[in-house]
T-cell receptor
Framework: GENVEQHPSTLSVQEGDSAVIKCTYSDSASNYFPWYKQELGKRPQLIIDIRSNVGEKKDQRIAVTLNKTAKHFSLHITETQPEDSAVYFCAASQTGNQFYFGTGTSLTVIP | GAVVSQHPSWVICKSGTSVKIECRSLDFQATTMFWYRQFPKQSLMLMATSNEGSKATYEQGVEKDKFLINHASLTLSTLTVTSAHPEDSSFYIC???????????FGSGTRLTVV
């Protein structure tokens, strides 16, 4: 089955700085890679996603890059704000099927 | 659109009893729903895939007789934790895919505490 690894497990940045979270996956058949943000005690919320036929996608302060050859993808958050503090999960999936999640990154943005 | 409702949000039960958790898609039909388990400060672990009208597909290591899944309609899947024990205490969360959308929509989760 798919194995998704995520680093770092915790990340602290100063407000305004950038944050980068990296994930690797094992199954070359995976073709859809979403990122979720989960605040304490709440449900995960999709923040951005990327398909395997795209190398990069950007949505305002959030961007995701994908390297299919190396089987890794990254989340980039620029100009971080305190409200970005949360746990972020990457996931890998064959489109429409089960998602396998990374271990999560707890991001703290220091005002 | 694409709202998933999950009930109860929090349940405390005695060891040895069974607990049923409901996951409903409110404004779309979901032929497939997924059940995840999340321990504190850990990731979401896929437990099973719930298919409407057929048996659920369980991930390796998940006891199907322990975690009973029923997906009797296109808008409802239930997870029953049978003979619950304290080690079953966890956050259980369901998700569904709406139509042609690729991404999941998650339920609000159920915090189960077995005492």
């Amino acid at each position: 089955g798919e194995n998704v690894e995520q680093h770092p497990s915790t990340l602290s940045v100063q407000e305004g700085d950038s944050a980068v979270i990296k994930c690797t996956y094992s199954d070359s058949a995976s073709n859809y890679f979403p990122w979720y943000k989960q605040e304490l005690g709440k449900r995960p919320q999709l923040i951005i996603d990327i398909r395997s036929n795209v190398g990069e996608k950007k949505d305002q302060r959030i961007a995701v890059t994908l390297n299919k050859t190396a089987k890794h993808f990254s989340l980039h958050i620029t100009e971080t704000q305190p409200e970005d503090s949360a746990v972020y999960f990457c996931a890998a999936s064959q489109t429409g099927n089960q998602f396998y999640f990374g271990t999560g990154t707890s991001l703290t943005v220091i005002p | 659109g694409a709202v998933v409702s999950q009930h109860p949000s929090w349940v405390i039960c005695k060891s040895g009893t069974s607990v049923k958790i409901e996951c409903r898609s409110l404004d779309f039909q979901a032929t497939t729903m997924f059940w995840y388990r999340q321990f504190p400060k850990q990731s979401l672990m896929l437990m099973a895939t719930s298919n409407e009208g057929s048996k659920a597909t369980y991930e390796q290591g998940v006891e199907k007789d322990k975690f009973l899944i029923n997906h009797a309609s296109l808008t409802l899947s239930t997870l029953t934790v049978t003979s619950a024990h304290p080690e079953d205490s966890s956050f259980y969360i369901c998700s569904a895919r709406a139509g042609d959308r690729v991404g999941y929509t998650f339920g609000s989760g159920t915090r189960l505490t077995v005492v």
